[in-house]
C-alpha cells in the first residue's frame, strides 16, 4: 500500500534531468503561442525532483505544452512512445522545445517513455505496425505483456505499459496517466513508480488527479496566470476542491448554485 507522509521518505536517485531553463534569446515572440501562455511567458528556470516533478494547474494553463517540450527536448517523439518510436500522425509539438534547455546528470537514462493520453491509441497502433514489420530484435508484443494494447480496455492497456515497458534506470514523462485509471489503478501506478523510482527512474508528469499528486516526496509545480510556482500538496487547489466537495457534496453545489452569477441558459 502506498502510504502519504509530509516527509520525503522514498530514497533520491541522482536525476537524470536536473533542471529546464527556458532560454528567453531563443523565443521569436511572447505574443503567439506557445510563448504567450501566462505560465510559459514568466518561465524561468525549474528544477526537477530526482524522483517525481508534477505539473498542476488549470485546463489550459499549459501542461501539455510544457511536459512535451520536456519531452521533445529529451529525445522523445513528440505523439509518445520510447525513444525509438518516430510516428507522426499529425504535426503535435510546440516551437517550445527549442526554446527550452535541459540540465542533465550525469546518469544517463536506460530506458523511457513519453506518454501522451490523447495519443495512446496511437502508441498501441504503433506498437502493433512495429510488430507486423521483419525485425532482428523480435517481436514487441511480448515486452507489452503478451497481448496486443489494443486487446485490452483503456485502463488495462495503460496499466500492462507501465507494468510490462516501464524499467529500472527510465525516465518516464506522462501527460494525464490518469485519464484511462480507476481510483484502484490509479493507485497500481503510483506502487509501479514507487518501485521503478527505487530502482532509479525518474517521473515527470502532468495531472489534475489528487491521487497522483498524492506521491510522497514529489515536487508538485501550479502553473497559473503567474508562472510556476512550486506548491505543497495541501495547498493545490485540486486537493482542497477535491476534499472539500467531497466532505459535504449536496452543502457545495448549493453553495456553487447560490454564487452562480449567471442563470443557466434558456432557465427562468
Ligand atoms: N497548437 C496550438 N496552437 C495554438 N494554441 C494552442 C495549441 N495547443 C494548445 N494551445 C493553447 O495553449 C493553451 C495551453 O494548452 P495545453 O494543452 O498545454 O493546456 P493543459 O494545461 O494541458 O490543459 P488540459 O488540462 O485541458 O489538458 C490552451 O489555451 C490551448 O488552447
Ligand atoms: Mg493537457
Redesign the pocket.
Given at each position: 500500500m502506498v502510504r502519504r507522509s509530509r516527509r520525503p521518505s522514498l530514497a533520491r536517485p541522482e536525476p537524470f534531468l536536473r533542471s529546464l531553463v527556458l532560454v528567453r534569446e531563443r523565443v521569436p515572440s511572447f505574443d503567439h503561442?506557445?510563448f504567450d501562455?501566462p505560465a510559459l511567458r514568466a518561465l524561468t528556470k525549474l528544477d526537477f525532483n530526482p524522483a517525481v516533478t508534477i505539473f498542476v494547474?488549470?485546463?489550459?494553463?499549459?501542461?501539455?505544452?510544457?511536459?512535451e517540450a520536456i519531452a521533445v527536448a529529451a529525445g522523445f517523439n513528440p505523439e509518445g512512445g520510447s525513444r525509438n518510436f518516430n510516428f507522426e500522425t499529425r504535426r503535435?509539438d510546440?516551437p517550445l522545445f527549442e526554446a527550452i534547455r535541459l540540465v542533465r546528470g550525469i546518469r544517463r537514462p536506460r530506458t523511457g517513455f513519453f506518454l501522451r493520453a490523447e495519443s495512446f491509441y496511437n502508441v498501441a497502433t504503433e506498437v502493433e505496425r512495429l510488430d507486423s514489420a521483419p525485425s532482428f530484435s523480435g517481436p514487441l508484443a511480448p515486452v507489452y505483456g503478451g497481448v496486443s494494447l489494443h486487446e485490452r480496455s483503456h485502463g488495462e492497456s495503460f496499466l500492462a505499459l507501465a507494468v510490462y515497458r516501464f524499467f529500472a534506470n527510465g525516465l518516464y514523462v506522462l501527460?494525464?496517466p490518469e485519464a484511462a485509471l480507476s481510483p484502484q489503478n490509479c493507485l497500481t501506478l503510483l506502487l509501479r513508480m514507487h518501485q521503478l523510482v527505487e530502482q532509479g527512474a525518474q517521473f515527470v508528469l502532468?495531472t489534475?488527479s489528487p491521487l497522483i499528486m498524492a506521491y510522497p516526496g514529489a515536487t508538485i509545480y501550479v502553473?497559473d496566470g503567474t508562472g510556476a510556482h512550486a506548491t505543497g500538496f495541501d495547498d493545490v487547489e485540486h486537493v482542497r476542491l477535491t476534499r472539500d466537495f467531497l466532505a459535504a457534496p449536496e452543502s457545495y453545489l448549493r453553495h456553487l448554485r447560490d454564487a452562480a452569477q449567471e442563470p443557466e441558459p434558456g432557465y427562468s
Open positions: 503561442y506557445p501562455i494547474g488549470e485546463n489550459g494553463s499549459g501542461k501539455s505544452t510544457l511536459v503535435s510546440s501527460d494525464e502532468a489534475h502553473l
